[in-house]
């Protein structure tokens, strides 16, 4: 990806605070649109073996936790996974704050550590309470961060703009 593809991404992700305008401060918007464009890249990597992760997850439900995470590393092809059936896309638009963090605590210990640290959660009630966070939601659902279309380094040109 050329570094106008990179622009573009990176206009896209950040017209996220145009919808934060009012409701939060400015210094508030990185806390928000950061999380969500993990959340977007995490999604778009373990697409591939979404399918192997989620019958893998059906199949080793009643294993103990760190066996079952070592088997659903292995089966994600990743350094972590989600386990959810659930995608940004799909999240309902009258639950979608339960949806969302259901979503976010299906993803592997490290990867959940990285929203906890944002305080992902206290953000995802603050734009509920705004009814903002559907919005949010499908924004960062429409973006392809594919690797293939956006390497990892251009994720960290994108969120630098």
Not at 73 to 92: D, G
Not at 113 to 124: A, M, N
Request: proline share 4%; with cysteine.
């Amino acid at each position: 990806m050329n570094t106008e593809s990179h622009s573009e991404a990176a206009a896209w992700i950040w017209s996220v605070a145009d919808l934060l305008r009012g409701d939060f401060r400015q210094s508030q918007y990185g806390r928000i649109i950061l999380p969500f464009t993990l959340v977007r890249r995490l999604e778009c990597v373990l697409e591939p073996t979404r399918d192997t992760v989620l019958a893998a997850a059906r199949e080793h439900a009643q294993k103990p936790d760190a066996v079952r995470e070592k088997l659903l590393l292995r089966a994600a092809e990743q350094p972590f996974f989600n386990a959810s059936p659930l995608s940004l896309a799909s999240l309902s638009d009258t639950q979608t704050a339960g949806d969302l963090m259901s979503y976010i605590e299906s993803f592997s210990k490290d990867a959940r550590e990285i929203f906890d640290h944002f305080h992902f959660e206290d953000y995802v009630e603050q734009l509920a309470s705004n009814n903002l966070l559907y919005q949010v939601v499908q924004r960062f659902a429409a973006i392809d961060l594919r690797p293939a279309r956006l390497s990892n380094f251009g994720m960290g040109w994108c969120s630098r703009s």
